[in-house]
Structures are given as structure tokens and as C-alpha cells.
DNA sequence: TACATATGATCAT
DNA sequence: TGATCCTATGTAA
């Protein structure tokens, strides 16, 4: 279920259970060997998220108290990733299971990611600023996305699923911010109006915040979505049937009626 | 047992 | 645009 309100909340759960730890790094399904090898037993100095990546900084080895970052784990979750998190060490590990790390507390086990990876922190910087700004973070720039808006050619249906517009966002936050705000999806993305950018932005951020407090996408009531994989079920407003077609490489949900174009 | 599916992204053509 | 990768789960065969 990751797009940026699991990412977030993982980092406030491994920022809880993992940081400020020396911490046991394995890789059970051996592909993370090498990485796993040089973290182990580090101490992890702090977690971070930043739309869909994670970004975990540990101390140099042998430091046990150092404040100075040396290497950068770098996880994306893609599609299919998921983290577990165990009480002590944990259960057996899945077969897949590509990262293990833990306090003796407290165990996650990471199946699946696109991405598991060392970087240094150069590396890590250029990552970053290659992403749009993500609107749950405290220093996120609206205005950045604002500027990508007006350079974009393309509906700003398919704007809100790349990550170097915004990040963070996916398929099914895109459709439910869009259709809350009454957009039409192949609307091109620079003939939005500022004054209903502004809405779409604080949509975002306040759908993603309810994501991270809930753990789920649920923008219509418990357990509800307006749009997202509805389709052929009568839209919330209107009760116009759901539709689904392709934009930006993806399922876009929408209603017709209630987001259609002026 | 096999296959379809999934809230993602990249690389090749 | 299409193929591909990653894993777990649910349904069909």
C-alpha cells in the first residue's frame, strides 16, 4: 500500500524503534549481502522520508556516538514492498526477505522493495533534488510544484504521478484528489488556475496526513474512497457511474460528470 | 498449480 | 507504448 502516507509512517515507526540504536543488519534472502554487511551493528542516526523514498543515515563503523552521517540505506518500496515489524527478534523471515534489521526489541522485515540500496551522501542529494516537493513534509515548497505545473505539457492527470512535480502522490491519491477538487483529469496541467491549484494543494496535504494518522487511503468516510477502483459504481455526488481509463500510463478514476471539463 | 492483480518506476524500442 | 522487475495474496483450474 505504499504511496507517501506509509512511507511517512514507516519512517515515524523506525524512527521509534530503530534510531539512535546500534542496530543487527542482515539480508536473509542474501541479494543485500554486501550492504547488509557494512551496516551491521552500526548506530542508525536518524530516518527520513521524502515522498516515496526512505532514507535511513547511520555513523561511520565504530562510532558510538558520532553525529557525522557515512553512509545512506535507500529504500523504495515500488508496487509490491512491504515492511513487517515484530516484537523481539522476530519470527523465521519469508523467503524474500531482502533486509532484516533489528535492536533485539524490536525486528522489521523488508520483502519485495524496487529498491535497497547504500548511498553515499552525495548521492543522496542528487536523489533528492530530483523530487518534486512532497506535501507532507514541514519545508515542502508548493510553489515548486506550481512552477512544474506551468512547464508541463500533458494533462494534469498524468503531472500528479510523477515524482519530480510532486512526490509522493500515486495512483489512488491522485484520482480522489482530483476528483474532491472537481478537476478534470486531461485538463492540461498549465491551464490550471491558481486559485484552484491552491485547493488541489492543500487536498493533498490533508488527505496524505489523514493517510499517515490511519494508515489507510480513506478520503470518503471509513473505509471509503470517492473514485478509486469504483469503477462502474455510482459516484458519491452525482451517482453518475465511476469510470476508468488510461492516463499517465495508468487506471485514472474519475467521474465524468462531476469532473468535467469547463 | 497457475494465473491475475496490486497504491511503482525504469529501460528499451 | 511495452516489457520487465520485485513479492504476497486471492481466485480459478
Not at 514492498?81 to 519470527?91: I, S
Not at 523471515?93 to 522485515?109: C, D, E, Q
Not at 547504500?118 to 519545508?139: N, S
Amino acid at each position: 500500500m505504499p504511496e507517501g502516507h506509509t512511507i511517512h509512517r514507516l519512517a515515524r515507526d523506525h524512527r521509534r524503534d530503530l534510531e539512535g540504536r546500534h542496530v543487527a543488519v542482515t539480508s536473509p534472502q542474501g541479494r543485500f549481502d554486501g550492504g547488509a554487511a557494512t551496516l551491521d551493528g552500526r548506530l542508525l542516526l536518524d530516518v527520513d522520508a521524502y515522498g516515496k523514498h526512505l532514507f535511513y543515515r547511520w555513523a561511520g563503523p565504530g562510532h558510538a556516538t558520532g553525529d557525522e552521517v557515512d553512509r545512506t540505506l535507500h529504500v523504495h518500496l515500488g508496487l509490491v514492498g512491504v515492511f513487517r515489524r515484530h516484537r523481539g527478534t522476530g519470527p523465521a523471515p519469508t523467503p524474500g526477505t531482502r533486509l532484516a534489521m533489528t535492536t533485539g526489541a524490536v525486528t522489521v522485515h523488508l520483502a519485495g522493495p524496487m529498491t535497497c540500496e547504500l548511498l553515499d551522501p552525495p548521492d543522496e542529494q542528487a536523489l533528492r533534488a530530483r523530487l518534486g516537493p512532497d506535501p507532507l513534509r514541514r519545508d515542502a515548497a508548493p510553489e515548486a510544484m506550481w512552477a512544474a505545473l506551468q512547464r508541463r505539457r500533458g494533462p494534469i492527470g498524468g503531472a500528479l504521478l510523477d515524482q519530480s512535480v510532486v512526490a509522493g502522490i500515486g495512483n489512488a491519491y491522485r484520482a480522489e484528489a482530483l476528483f474532491a477538487c472537481a478537476i478534470d483529469p486531461l485538463l492540461p496541467a498549465r491551464e490550471l488556475d491558481r486559485a484552484t491549484f491552491d485547493r488541489l494543494w492543500e487536498t493533498l496535504v490533508s488527505m496524505l496526513r489523514v493517510g499517515v494518522r490511519t494508515g489507510r487511503i480513506a478520503t470518503a468516510g471509513p473505509d471509503e474512497r470517492y473514485v478509486y477502483r469504483r469503477t462502474g459504481e455510482p459516484c458519491h455526488r452525482c451517482g453518475t457511474a465511476v469510470t476508468g481509463s488510461e492516463v499517465g500510463g495508468r487506471t485514472l478514476y474519475s467521474c465524468p460528470v462531476c469532473q468535467r471539463g469547463a
